[in-house]
C-alpha cells in the first residue's frame, strides 16, 4: 500500500480512495487512522482477487444498478459489495488475516 495526500485529487465527500498500489488521502492525519486505513487494505484485497480492471468494472456496473434502483448517488454507494464488506469490516483489525477469497460476494 502506498500512501499519498492530496485533497485536490478527491470530492468533498470522500476521505480516501484506494486505486491499486495507492491510497489517496484527503489529509496526512488519515495515515494514522488505522480503520480507515483498514478499509482500504478491504478495498486492495478486494482488487487484487478480480486482477484489479475488473474490480473497476464490477465496481462501476454494480454502483450504476444500485443507483437505478435508489436514484441517490450517497445510499448507492454505501450498497455496492465492496463498501458493505470494507464498511462492516474496518474495524476489525485482523479481517485481512482471515477472510475468506471472494468475500464480497455475500454482501450482494
Same mark, same amino acid.
Given at each position: ?8 485529487l *478527491?470530492s ?12 489517496i *488521502?484527503q489529509?496526512?492525519? *488519515?495515515?494514522?487512522?488505522?480503520l480507515? *486505513? ?12 478480480l486482477l /484489479?480492471?475488473?474490480?473497476y ?7 450504476? /444498478? ?16 465492496f ?9 476489525d483489525?485482523?479481517? =485481512?488475516?482471515?477472510?475468506?477469497f471472494w468475500?464480497? =460476494?455475500?454482501?450482494?
Amino acid at each position: 500500500m502506498i500512501l499519498i495526500v492530496n485533497k485536490k485529487l *478527491l470530492s468533498g465527500r470522500f476521505k480516501g480512495i484506494s486505486l491499486w498500489p495507492f491510497v489517496i *488521502l484527503q489529509n496526512k492525519y *488519515l495515515k494514522q487512522d488505522v480503520l480507515f *486505513l483498514n478499509h482500504e487494505k478491504i478495498h486492495l484485497r478486494q482488487q487484487m482477487e478480480l486482477l /484489479v480492471i475488473f474490480f473497476y468494472v464490477w465496481y462501476a456496473i454494480e454502483f450504476f /444498478v444500485r443507483y437505478l434502483d435508489c436514484r441517490n448517488g450517497m445510499l448507492a454507494y454505501r450498497n455496492i459489495s465492496f463498501e458493505r464488506e470494507a464498511y462492516r469490516r474496518e474495524s476489525d483489525l485482523k479481517y =485481512l488475516e482471515k477472510r475468506p477469497f471472494w468475500a464480497f =460476494l455475500k454482501f450482494l
